[in-house]
């Protein structure tokens, strides 16, 4: 089984800054992409930022110029950078990720459970 987990979420004033980790563990051969999902209350689940193996990264139009993927392969940990922030960020925040189990094995995606980032105005 592979596990991921959110870390660096809380609240913070509209302009301010928070960076997200996400740290992989268990039973990885190798992860391809990562990337950050969010939800808000009654708001359905949205992509934030991914970046590929590779290292090419794509964002959300919200975020872009604000946040920043990075991850570091070596620790299986993923990072969100996120500067700027305004109120209308705040929501739960989740780590995404796939990758293979083993050698030979299909590409499965992983999530996390997610942390929360609360921004006041």
């Known amino acids: 089984q592979v596990q991921l987990v959110e870390s660096g979420g809380g609240l913070v004033q509209a302009g301010g800054s928070l960076r997200l980790t996400c740290t992989a563990s268990g039973s990885i051969f190798s992860i391809n992409n990562m990337g950050w999902h969010r939800q808000a209350p009654g708001k359905p689940r949205e992509l934030v930022a991914t970046i590929t193996s590779a290292g090419s990264t794509n964002y959300a139009d919200s975020v872009k110029g604000r946040f920043t993927i990075s991850r570091d392969d070596a620790k299986n940990t993923a990072y969100l950078q996120m500067n700027s922030l305004k109120p209308e960020d705040t929501a739960v925040y989740f780590c995404?990720?796939?990758?293979?189990?083993?050698?030979?094995?299909?590409?499965?995606?992983?999530w996390g459970t997610g942390t929360l980032v609360t921004v006041s105005s």
């Open positions: 995404n990720a796939d990758g293979l189990t083993g050698p030979r094995t299909l590409f499965m995606d992983f």
